[in-house]
């Protein structure tokens, strides 16, 4: 077995933990996800650097947080110069393969991948760029509630195609690899961009479950009562224009538990491939999302906030060739993803510069700190909105916003604010002592604005007259595909047979 394994990170979109078997949910079906927890590392309680995709992704690959990777939002750009893990596997001797979504805005449509198999599912540019100075003013891009409302079957989707492509490319590399001469080891990150709204599948995966056998959401909570960043949420995403039915509820999530079932089913084609290609031993595989879902609790949906349903990520590694299953109960990070990956490689996690930490101790039976911290500048936020989880409790802070404090072991479904409680007030200054220490957030403020100001002007120039898009073109090199005369009939036939045939 090679000190160099192979590893295959699929990635899921808007996936949260709390809809799936191997978190406590009694009713999705996701039987291969199920038993790579059973046979891996599950971490219970790990965290985006950010609760949206796009600076959630790059704080993911480069191990920081959006304040230092610079995506705010699902419009900024990720700096080309900004190592990440591709780039650091890439130098340890990986080839690097990105089959699907990344959400990578700006010119650099690479990162450190030396292949990428299909374009990305969401545009390249700069035209979906928040307004801070316009808090009240809805983007008519932005999420409304059309997703609850149609919910339910499709027979085709534009997710569908996609999803279908990703995960058709990503068997296609692995079944390369088994058959190809390229011996390096190989990083295949597949990025699929089910469960995401909207809420539809098909009749295959809808009808593994019966609407009477939904679990519906928490109550939800009067508008007047939540705090002021869910009251604009609901603003910026249309819920408060919308007053939905329980069966639209009800379906929507029949829907979503449908997608993530789909999910599923991909994940146990890539895994078969393993399998068949003789690869899976030598093969870590881990499974996370970019961030999480609502799904209607607290009367919110979609993400872009701190509680758990949102900012909570599934997070399993499994390499039972070398990692016993357990079950982590510590804090951890997508930002911890880099670092470790970096140790799986055989390299120096210690040597890189990120926000985050090598799991590797949780891996192999050890302890590590029991903490984490994300960032929120984006749709909804009027100044930056701040997150510590330690222990079981949960800190959230924006100088526009009062405080919110939750004990999550007494209060997992994050009823009760504890921030303005007397016996909480040492917790508290404490927390709002380390915020500080931590941030600038004024300084933060003004960098958000100042991006968004600077985004606006060049989005709006560079659509005029003929736009040159940035979007990721995946060439194909078809005078190397197939039968082609170039390669003796009997060799091509011979390289592209797994396995090869012995006369």
Known sequence: MSDQPNILLIMADQ????????????????????????????????????????????????????????????????????????????????RTVLSGK??????????????????????????????????????????????????????????????????FMA??????????????????????????????ITREFFDLYR???????????????????????????????????????????????????YVDHNVGRMLKALEDCGLRDNTVVIVLADHGEMLGDKGLWYKMSFFENSARVPLIVNWPARFSPRRVAAAASLMDVT??????????AADIDTDGRSLKPHLTGGDAPDETCAEYLAEGAIAPIVMIRRGPHKFIHSPADPDQLYDLARDPGERTNLAASPAQAETVAAFRAEVARRWRLDALDADVRASQRRRRIVDSALNQGAPKAWDFQPFKDASKSYMRNTIPLDDLEAMSRFPRVQD
């Open 15 to 94: 996936l949260s933990p709390a809809f799936l078997p191997a978190y406590g949910h009694k009713l999705v079906k996701s039987p291969h996800i199920d038993a790579l927890a059973a046979g891996g590392v599950v971490f219970e309680n790990a965290y985006c650097g950010s609760p949206l995709c796009s600076p959630s992704r790059a704080s993911f690959m480069a191990g920081l947080l959006p304040s230092r990777t610079r995506v705010y939002d699902n419009a900024a750009e990720f700096a080309a110069d900004i190592p990440t893990y591709a780039h650091h596997l890439r130098a340890l001797g990986y």
């Open 102 to 167: 990344m959400h990578f805005c700006g010119p650099d449509q690479m990162h450190g991948f030396e292949s990428r198999l299909t374009t990305d599912i969401y545009p390249a540019d700069f035209g979906w760029t928040p307004d801070w100075d316009h808090p009240r003013e809805r983007p008519s891009w932005y999420h409304n509630m059309s997703s609850v409302r149609q919910a339910g079957l499709a027979v085709r989707t534009n997710q569908l195609d996609f999803d279908d492509e990703v995960t």
């Open 171 to 200: 068997e296609r590399e692995i079944y390369d690899k088994a058959r190809g001469v390229d011996k390096r080891p190989l990083l295949l990150v597949a990025s699929l961009t089910h469960p995401h709204d909207p809420y539809a």
């Open 211 to 261: 609407d009477e056998d939904i679990d519906m959401p928490g109550a939800p909570i009067p508008v007047e009562q939540l705090d002021p960043h869910s009251q604009r949420l609901r603003h910026v995403c249309a819920m408060d224009a919308a007053t939905l039915a329980e069966q639209q509820i009800r379906t929507a999530r029949r829907a979503y538990y449908g997608e993530i079932s």
């Open 339 to 348: 670092p470790t990956l970096v140790d799986l490689a055989g390299g120096r």
